[in-house]
C-alpha cells in the first residue's frame, strides 16, 4: 500500500503518505505508542520490537502507518479473523498484540490498535488511517472491518453510570467519548460491549464492538 493526500493543519495543508511499515519504522512506532498511551495505560501493552517483526512478517498488507516529512505521524495494525462478533478479550483475537492468530482465509479484517501522535490530532490523520482499511477490505473482498474500540471517558463518569448506560448515551450524543466517537465519525458503527475486553483502567476494561461492513459485497454474511 502505497499513496499520498493532502490533509490540513491551521488551515494548511500538509502532504500524507500512507504506507506499510517495516523494521526501519520499529523506534517511531514504539515512541508513538508511548504518546499516546501514557498511564494509567498499562505499559506492557506498548509494541515490542518482537511484536512489530511479528506485524510486517504476518501480514504486511495489515501494518500501515502514515509518514509527514519523513516523521511517522501514526499507525494502524490489523489482522485477518474469522468473524468474532461473539464476546472475546482483545488478547486472544490478536495473539496479545503479536497476531499470531491471522487466519489469511478469515473473512473480516480485525483492527489491533490505531494511534496517532498528538500533534496531528484533529487533521484527519486518524480518519486517513481508518480509510486505508475500508481499501484494504474490499481490495481482499473481506466482509468487514471489525474491533473492539477503547472507551476512555468514561473514566470521568463510572461512578455516575454503568458502563451500558454511557455506552447507550454516546451512541444517542449525550457522551463524546475520545475514542468511540472518533471511530463513529470515521465510519464504523458500534454494536455493543465487550467485558474484560483490555487491561486499561479508564475503560473500566471494557471494550466497544465496532463495524464497517463491505458495501461492495454482494452477499453480505450479517454478524447482528
Request: net charge negative.
Amino acid at each position: 500500500m502505497l499513496y499520498s493526500q493532502y490533509l490540513y493543519q491551521d488551515d494548511k495543508p500538509f502532504k500524507t503518505t500512507i504506507r506499510n511499515y517495516n523494521a526501519s519504522d520499529f523506534n517511531q512506532l514504539i515512541d508513538i505508542q508511548k504518546e499516546c498511551f501514557p498511564p494509567p495505560f498499562p505499559s506492557d501493552l506498548w509494541w515490542t520490537k518482537d511484536q512489530l517483526a511479528n506485524h510486517v512478517h504476518i501480514f504486511p498488507d495489515g501494518a500501515i502507518c502514515a509518514e509527514v516529512e519523513g516523521e511517522l505521524a501514526g499507525s494502524i495494525t490489523t489482522l485477518i479473523a474469522d468473524n468474532h462478533g461473539e464476546d472475546h478479550t482483545w488478547e486472544e483475537v490478536t495473539d496479545n498484540g503479536s497476531i499470531g492468530t491471522h487466519d489469511p482465509n478469515g473473512n473480516v479484517l480485525y483492527v489491533v490498535d490505531i494511534s496517532v501522535r498528538h500533534k496531528y490530532r484533529k487533521t484527519g490523520m486518524g480518519k486517513l488511517l481508518m480509510q486505508s482499511l475500508y481499501h484494504l477490505v474490499v481490495h481482499l473482498q473481506l466482509e468487514a472491518v471489525l474491533g473492539g474500540s477503547r472507551m476512555p471517558g468514561y473514566e470521568k463518569v463510572k461512578n455516575q453510570m454503568s458502563p451500558q448506560k454511557y455506552f447507550e448515551g454516546i451512541i444517542t450524543g449525550e457522551h463524546n467519548d475520545p475514542v468511540v466517537s472518533f471511530l463513529m465519525k470515521a465510519g464504523r458503527s458500534p454494536i455493543k460491549l465487550l467485558p474484560n475486553y483490555l487491561d486499561d483502567p479508564e475503560s473500566d476494561d471494557f471494550g466497544v464492538l465496532m463495524e464497517w461492513k463491505n458495501p461492495f459485497l454482494e452477499k453480505r454474511k450479517h454478524f447482528f
